[in-house]
């Protein structure tokens, strides 16, 4: 099984703020994936890494089963609710998701919160892109 | 991107060692310093080992010669074998230790002195 060779790699974070069902938050603008290639992403759990670099609580293992993802690009919501979790590796025997190089128009994708069990306020969702620059 | 035809010609461990808790500042840039065969290098793959259970904070970011990031906040723990029993294949070239370093945010160093070793993987 082919696994990605990574080239650049960028840590987003989302926070989810005062929860709720169906609440969706959009990704904010990242300067460094414009007009990048996205051929991998991963998720990770307060397993993983407790503290995000900008200080927040990440989402529980159990939290990330709350949330969906939806990732756009142009105007087509290429992946649509996509379970948050089935991208941790470390939930699938370390295994990365591969995607088919996207240009990802990411203040247009968003998360949405399923359910708010297992999820606190103002708790982070963190999201490790892998691209190729322009 | 086929790993399996994947040969290393050099396997080079760094070693870190992360002082006690109370001298480590969080969100503190630790810079990689010492290790002048080991600029300029392509990194093919990346693990960690002897990494502490509670280190579950500390991310990585790798800078090439020319200052541009690589690596944004890499979460160490994924580097980890123990953790992710496959090992984190890279292509990067040109890379400067040197300006590249790790962070721990919060408080998730475990007390006493513990060390962190990065094995790289990697050609000239």
């Known amino acids: 099984m082919i696994q990605p060779i990574i080239e650049n790699s960028y840590l987003v974070e989302i926070n989810l703020g005062t929860i709720a069902a169906q609440k969706q938050i959009n990704f904010n603008f990242i300067p460094q994936l414009e007009g990048s290639t996205i051929y991998s992403i991963q998720t990770f759990s307060a397993s993983d890494l407790a503290i995000s670099p900008n200080g927040s609580t990440v989402v529980s293992t159990a939290g990330l089963a709350a949330v969906t993802v939806t990732f756009t690009v142009g105007d087509n919501q290429d992946i649509y609710l996509y379970p948050t979790s089935d991208l941790r590796a470390a939930s699938n025997a370390g295994f990365q998701r591969l995607f088919n190089n996207k240009r990802l128009n990411l203040t247009k994708s968003f998360v949405t919160i399923q359910t708010v069990a297992g999820i606190n306020n103002n708790e982070s969702v963190l999201f490790l892109f892998h691209y190729r620059t322009k | ?124």
């Open chain 2, 1 to 124: 991107m086929n790993q399996s035809d994947r040969i290393f010609n050099n396997i080079f461990t760094v070693q870190y060692t992360i002082k006690a808790f109370n001298s480590i500042n969080p969100s503190q840039r630790n810079y990689f310093t010492g290790f002048p065969n080991l600029y300029n290098i392509k990194v093919k793959a990346l693990s960690v080992t002897n990494i502490n259970p509670s280190i579950t904070n500390a991310v990585l970011t790798l800078a090439d010669r020319k200052k541009i990031i690589k690596l944004t906040n890499y979460p160490i723990i994924d580097l980890s074998i123990t953790n992710n029993p496959r090992l984190k294949l890279f292509n990067i070239d040109g890379i400067d230790l040197t300006s590249s370093y790790w962070i721990i945010g919060g408080s998730g160093v475990g007390f006493g002195t513990d060390t962190l070793l990065f094995n790289l993987h990697f050609h000239y």
